[in-house]
């Protein structure tokens, strides 16, 4: 698996938590995607404002946690699994 080009931006460590989450996000705004018409039906279901559900959207990858979009994804169903692997 190649690096992401948050590598070639930040320290090992925040680029490894700002990859974490990027992939979250686009798997969690997919999700959303499909299963619901609007960002308001999203928001009402996880119980969070629209905005929030906005931010998800446009990627604003700054004011979600990993912790969050876990229970954001284990409240639509979801469960993640990772893998650690060697560094490259």
Do not use: H, P
């Amino acid at each position: 698996m190649a690096r992401s080009a948050f590598y070639d931006l930040f320290e090992a460590e925040e680029a490894a938590n700002l990859e974490v989450r990027s992939e979250l996000m686009r798997e969690l705004k997919r999700l959303l995607s499909e299963r619901f018409k609007t960002q308001q039906a999203a928001a009402d279901f996880l119980g969070v404002g629209q905005s929030r559900i906005s931010d998800l959207y446009t990627g604003k990858i700054n004011v979600f946690s990993i912790d969050m979009l876990l229970s954001m994804l284990t409240k639509i169903g979801k469960r993640v699994q990772f893998s650690i692997q060697e560094a490259a």
